[in-house]
């Protein structure tokens, strides 16, 4: 389990799940409830990606996450918290960059974000993304210029064939085989709170005492504001 956190307090969660691991439906609805503007999930099969996204509905989600699960085998999922862009379908990951590669992405680029915009910093990301080489994904001094590019944010890439690199993947952490991009992914101790369920309420105390899930405390300096 988990012992130590950077950058607890991040809009969004990507999450990548290697075949043959399971996430549980508890921890899946944590993730919903803290970052409740949308979820999508994608897969690769027969030479393509496979994407589901959903709204509104939590249990709809997960019929659908749990029915494909047993269709795929490496599984990338993503839940939003709406920071620029719509509330839609368009601006709910996972994106498409170009024909052969998709990506899920955790953070705000500051480069690409406007106040008001219809369309989300990570959409404006890819659209720019879209300009490299088809198979930039398989470039390591690429990947560690997008890495670069967008600071301690996370991203998530996965091909037609099923390959999967994350960006910045030292920034989340490995929990039981399934990478986390954050922590909301993991109950806190909401005791401490009173009964709030918003992690933007929570956000100001910079701090989160009791992680109910890994069992650990976590002192201000070893998470991010």
Not at 24 to 44: D, I, K, Q, V
Not at 51 to 74: D, N
Not at 153 to 166: H, P
Not at 180 to 191: E, G, K, L, M, T
């Amino acid at each position: 389990m988990a012992t130590q956190w950077k950058g607890a307090f991040e809009v969004c969660i990507a999450i990548l799940k290697p075949k043959d691991s399971e996430i549980s439906n508890e921890t899946l609805r944590e993730c919903w409830n803290s970052n409740p503007h949308g979820a999508g999930f994608m897969y690769a099969k027969d030479n393509r990606v496979i994407v589901r996204k959903e709204l509104k509905h939590f249990e709809r989600f997960l019929k659908q996450y749990r029915k494909h699960e047993k269709l795929g085998g490496k599984m990338v999922i993503h839940f939003r918290i709406m920071t620029h862009g719509k509330l839609d379908y368009k601006n709910t990951h996972p994106h498409q960059v170009n024909n052969k590669t998709w990506l899920v992405h955790n953070g705000v680029i500051s480069q690409h974000s406007y106040k008001n915009a219809k369309l989300s910093d990570t959409v404006k990301f890819c659209k720019m993304l879209a300009g490299l080489p088809v198979d930039f994904m398989q470039s390591k001094p690429t990947l560690k210029l997008i890495g670069g590019y967008i600071d301690t944010d996370k991203i998530i890439l996965m091909d037609t064939s099923g390959k999967t690199r994350i960006i910045n993947e030292n920034e989340g952490v490995w929990d039981e085989g399934i990478w986390y991009s954050n922590q909301s992914y993991c109950p806190i101790n909401y005791a401490q709170y009173g009964s709030t369920r918003n992690w933007f309420d929570i956000r100001d105390d910079y701090i989160v005492d009791d992680c109910l899930l890994c069992h650990s405390s976590l002192q201000d300096n070893e998470v991010k504001s």
